[in-house]
């Protein structure tokens, strides 16, 4: 493939794809993608399925089994998709600005790659997710290149519909919604692909436009039968009650990942809801909730705020107000945090949400705060990142 870099590909990533679905072996430091030889191979796919994930190096030159061609050799050429991310790489990896197009070098080179990574504490590439470092979110993605050698979203095309079809198992999918992209051009990649893709898309500033009216005229409301403290106390209480929501929501709904059902309608639900933004986390149009989405939620949480406090009406209404006030901060903070440079008190919130996407998606599920990430153990280490090792 002249005139074009090939990506590195981590070890387990390679390994992942076994199946008649997708199916890569390697030959030293080369990954070919065999997916569509499987059908043509002359002894047959499954025995290309034993190997897959694996290196053939030895079986192409077993003479029991079959001493192989040149020609299967030219063949394998023109299935090569990249280089494995062998320890050498990894460390080549850290001094790039551009991961991806790293090319293995020999031995006795990616040792002094080596020590020099080391003595300049670069950071690694996560295997979870094939980032490197925040910036690589931002990084244009190929997507001719991503789809044949992830066999999984076209971004050209509406991705619904793709999601709904693809026939993905769970584990896969969830390894590949949560490996980032980059749509050309920071624009958005197609969801619907009809008339319903402007309702998939919302500007930040939609938010406070339409519902702080709203919250003032509820918050009015709730004044006609509180004195002004208590409306304040409850309004607060509210607002404090939602960052609680905001957690548990990203963790447990959002982020249900592990329990979801292995099937297409859990897995397409679970991309509209929250996969997409993992995949495109840099979409602008698709960082804040619809206003039809929030709508349809507006109504259980007005029901929860009643039931809470079930003693006094007004007392309930303010709080439902401070609450639905806490919920736009959070859509405008979790918008600023991927796409505005913010105040130095803000930063470090930045680089906590950030890492959440590009180093471990498992944990950080605080977006206005790290306050319940302490409570309940899921808070991401800011320190210098562990190296991830791929063999």
């Not at 079986?59 to 061609?69: A, C, R, T, Y």
């Not at 339409?210 to 009015?220: C, E, N």
């Not at 905001?246 to 709904?253: A, T």
């Not at 006030?325 to 991927?338: A, E, N, P, Q």
């Amino acid at each position: 493939m002249p005139g074009r870099s090939l990506p590195t590909i981590p070890t387990a990533d390679v390994a992942a794809h076994n199946t008649e679905k997708s199916c890569y072996v390697t030959i030293g430091t080369k990954v070919y993608d065999v997916t569509d030889f499987l059908d043509g191979h002359p002894g047959g796919g499954e025995l290309i399925l034993e190997y897959g994930g694996k290196d053939i190096t030895k079986i192409l030159k077993d003479e029991i089994s079959h001493v192989h061609s040149d020609s299967a050799y030219e063949i394998l050429d023109e299935c090569l998709i990249g280089f494995v991310a062998g320890d050498g790489v990894m460390d080549a990896v850290t001094e790039s600005s551009k991961p991806f197009e790293i090319v293995p070098l020999p031995p006795s080179e990616a040792g002094k790659i080596e020590l020099k990574g080391m003595a300049q504490n670069q950071k690694p590439l996560y295997a979870a997710t094939g980032m490197s470092t925040a910036e690589d979110l931002s990084r244009e993605t190929d997507p001719t290149l991503d789809y044949k050698q992830h066999k999984f979203l076209d971004l050209n095309k509406p991705l619904l519909m793709q999601v709904w079809n693809g026939g993905f198992e769970k584990e896969f999918y969830l390894e590949q919604v949560h490996r980032p992209r980059h749509y050309k051009g920071g624009d958005s990649a197609p969801l619907f692909g009809n008339f319903l893709e402007p309702l998939s898309k919302t500007p930040w500033w939609v938010v406070p436009t339409l519902w702080w009216p709203v919250i003032s005229g509820v918050t009015y409301i709730a004044s006609q039968g509180l004195s002004t403290p208590a409306l304040a106390g409850y309004w607060v209480f509210g607002l404090c009650f939602w960052t609680i929501i905001e957690y548990v929501l990203h963790r447990c709904l959002f982020h249900l990942d592990d329990h979801l059902p292995n099937n297409r309608v859990a897995l397409t639900l679970h991309f509209l809801l929250h996969g997409i933004h993992h995949y495109l986390p840099m979409d602008k149009y698709r960082l804040v909730m619809p206003p039809t989405l929030f709508a349809a939620l507006a109504a259980p949480f007005w029901k929860f705020a009643h039931a809470v406090l079930f003693h006094n009406w007004y007392a309930a209404t303010a709080a439902y107000a401070g609450g639905v006030f806490g919920y736009t901060l959070y859509d405008m903070t979790h918008y600023f945090l991927h796409h505005q440079k913010l105040p130095p008190w803000y930063q470090e919130l930045k680089k906590y949400h950030l890492k959440h996407h590009f180093a471990d998606y498992q944990n950080g599920f605080g977006v206005t705060s790290r306050f319940w990430d302490r409570i309940f153990g899921t808070e991401l280490e800011m320190g210098p990142p562990k190296v991830v090792k791929t063999s």
